[in-house]
């Protein structure tokens, strides 16, 4: 519930992205597999493309209209 707490802080988004997170932990804790520390380092690698995508448009975008 932690989680859920945090995500108070810029209410909506963050709240939405609390939950979320809330949600996945207690999936990975009812699996009871063991995941090392390199599997949570690449998991990180979809976020940060999708990150990396939007501002990519965003960019993108502003080169386009500034033209």
């Given amino acids: 519930m932690l989680h859920v707490v ?5 209410l909506w988004y963050s709240l939405a992205a ?4 809330c949600l996945t932990d207690r999936l990975l804790r009812r699996s ?3 995941y090392t520390w390199t599997q949570a380092v690449h998991s990180l690698a979809i976020p940060l493309a999708v990150w990396l995508l939007c501002m990519g448009i965003v960019w993108l975008e502003h080169v386009l209209n500034a033209g």
């Fill in 6 to 10: 945090f995500g108070l802080i810029l």
């Fill in 18 to 21: 609390a939950i979320l997170f």
């Fill in 32 to 34: 009871n597999k063991p």
